[in-house]
T-cell receptor, first 111, second 114 residues
Framework: GQQVMQIPQYQHVQEGEDFTTYCNSS?????IQWYKQRPGGHPVFLIQ?????EVKKQKRLTFQFGEAKKNSSLHITATQTTDVGTYFC???????????FGTGTQLKVEL | AAGVIQSPRHLIKEKRETATLKCYPI?????VYWYQQGPGQDPQFLIS???????DKGSIPDRFSAQQFSDYHSELNMSSLELGDSALYFC???FGRGRFEKLFFGSGTQLSVL
């Protein structure tokens, strides 16, 4: 089936440093979503990207959809301890309601 | 605001037993998804329902079955449980089939098979 790879798998940063996770698909995507899962929690929707080259910002978070709609990135500026968690991209596969999670990037922020 | 409700929160079963997980979607949401998440793993899609009909099927074992009822709540039935079934099971709901609406997740059911 369609796979969605995310890199890196893990990232440890010092508080205040920037962080970026990348999501790569083998096929062209119609759109892509990003979710955050805190340790012990459930995935929480962050954003959806639809257009080629689209860039959206949420405070310190910047989301980008590649021009070819095969990759996406999430960049966090000046990380804080509240950013700790695993970030997943999610794509729609199949014709109906099969939403596939990427492999995820686990972010740890140290003081 | 109402969220997705899952019950029970924790469940401990023995091998070869059965388990039933319940999910109550957000009111007016017509689509329900089930995911299985092992420790340190990404959520794996099991099955989805739209308007009480199975919509898509993922890596759901034949020992598992699920359905969506007239009130839109869903149940995941798991039989002949195996140690490898121990995981966190999430239910999510959304509105609209194939529209790629955002998912709202419940807090999950932690299943431990001993």
């Amino acid at each position: 089936g369609q796979q969605v790879m995310q890199i890196p798998q893990y990232q440890h940063v010092q508080e205040g440093e920037d962080f970026t996770t990348y999501c790569n698909s083998s096929t062209t995507l119609s759109n892509i979503q990003w979710y955050k899962q805190r340790p012990g929690g459930h995935p929480v929707f962050l954003i959806q990207l639809v257009k080629s080259g689209e860039v959206k910002k949420q405070k310190r978070l910047t989301f980008q959809f590649g021009e070819a709609k095969k990759n996406s990135s999430l960049h966090i500026t000046a990380t804080q301890t509240t950013d700790v968690g695993t970030y997943f991209c999610v794509i729609l596969t199949g014709g109906g309601n099969k939403l596939t999670f990427g492999t995820g990037t686990q972010l740890k922020v140290e003081l | 605001a109402a969220g997705v409700i899952q019950s029970p929160r924790h469940l401990i079963k023995e091998k070869r037993e059965t388990a039933t997980l319940k999910c109550y979607p957000i009111p007016r949401h017509d689509t329900v998804y089930w995911y299985q998440q092992g420790p340190g793993q990404d959520p794996q899609f099991l099955i989805s329902f739209y308007e009480k009909m199975q919509s898509d099927k993922g890596s759901i074992p034949d020992r598992f079955s699920a359905q969506q009822f007239s009130d839109y709540h869903s149940e995941l039935n798991m039989s002949s449980l195996e140690l490898g079934d121990s995981a966190l099971y999430f239910c999510a709901s959304s509105f609209g089939r194939g529209r790629f609406e955002k998912l709202f997740f419940g807090s999950g059911t932690q299943l431990s098979v001993l």
